[in-house]
């Protein structure tokens, strides 16, 4: 199976690279069409590209692809060398306004990352993907370093809590430092790594002032995270889908606890301070389901799956 992925220069990253590699793995070769060039031009491209090999299946990530793939598809039939198109939405897209009837009829294969995304395309979409799939976002960092461990917590010292995010939604930040100022221990230490403008972060800072309790680190960009995480025993994030740094985190067997519900997140981190064996569970639990839904080769196996079960 050959499947063509058109992709923006500034979605040629590593991370796609390496998706490419782990399926060529398999067997199934992804070739990249790296383009930046109008749907017009992409289709000519396409169209010149099958003159030399047939594609399976041609996997688009836009509107804007998505119709040059449906260009290039008619011109491929008059040769006899027709391909399934599948539409893979990234999440650092801009979320289309629309999807035109065209693209809803000629797609043969939608596939999203969670629910919540499939709902969000079926109401934009002309009509409901007649065919989707769910498939979690496989994680392509770099390894690990050799005989890595999570940092243990040691009873009677400070659990170290680490915010992994952006603040630019100051009502989740504020719902994790109240949380944390609201237990009565006096062994937590909550670093904020995150970018944001100040006017965001001053309901949190005040908040953060007024407990004496606690101790509070800012830090001022998300990714520069390394030093951190191999610290944490815990991390808090305002995401609830699977970011880079989330994911990382559940491969190191660091829990990633969500910072939509105060009460419930004073709770477990309450629980971890008391039972350390509680803290160990979630840890391994979060690398547990790491490999059963993120890990590369797995993720890859199922893309390559979903794809053929549409080019049938």
């Known amino acids: 199976m050959l499947i063509a992925d058109i992709l923006a220069p500034k979605q040629y990253d590593a991370h796609r690279k390496a998706l490419h590699q782990a399926a060529a793995d398999t067997g199934a070769a992804i070739a990249a069409i790296e383009t930046a060039a109008p749907s017009f031009a992409i289709a ?25 793939a449906i260009s290039a598809k008619k011109i491929a039939e008059k040769a006899h060398s027709a391909y399934a198109i599948v539409y893979q939405p990234l999440r650092c897209d801009e979320t289309p306004r629309n999807i035109p009837a065209e693209i809803s009829a000629e797609t043969a294969l939608w596939i999203f990352e969670d629910e919540e995304m499939r709902r969000q395309y079926g109401k934009i979409a002309a009509r409901l993907p007649r065919s989707s799939a769910i498939l979690p976002p ?6 690990l370093p050799e005989g890595f461990t999570p940092a243990e917590h040691t009873p009677g010292g400070p659990l170290r ?75 808090i994030a305002g995401h609830t889908y699977a970011t880079d740094t989330r994911l990382d985190l559940m491969r ?24 350390p064996e509680a803290l160990r569970e979630a840890g391994e639990e979060a690398r547990r389901r790491f490999h059963e839904a993120h890990e590369p080769m797995f993720h890859v196996k199922q893309l390559t799956s979903l794809i053929a079960g549409a080019t049938r």
Not at 45 to 63: E, F, W
Not at 138 to 143: D, E, K, M, R
Request: glycine fraction near 6%; include cysteine; charge should be negative.
């Open 252 to 275: 190191r067997g660091i829990p990633v606890l969500d910072a939509e519900d105060p009460e419930a997140l004073g709770e477990t981190i309450a629980r971890m301070i008391r039972e």
């Open 138 to 143: 496989g994680y392509f960092g770099a390894p």
């Open 44 to 68: 000519m491209q396409l169209a010149s590209a099958l003159k030399r090999k047939r594609y399976d299946a041609v996997l688009v990530h836009t509107n804007r692809q998505a119709i040059a």
């Open 161 to 235: 809590l680490v915010w992994l995010d952006e603040i630019s939604d100051y009502t989740l930040l504020s719902n994790t430092v109240n949380a944390v100022a609201s237990l009565p221990e006096n062994d937590i230490e909550l670093t904020i790594c995150g970018t944001g403008k100040a006017r965001h972060i001053m309901p949190s800072v005040r908040a953060a002032n007024n407990d004496k309790r606690h101790t509070y680190n800012g830090k001022g960009n998300e990714y520069d995270y390394a030093e951190e995480a191999a610290r944490a025993h815990a991390a």
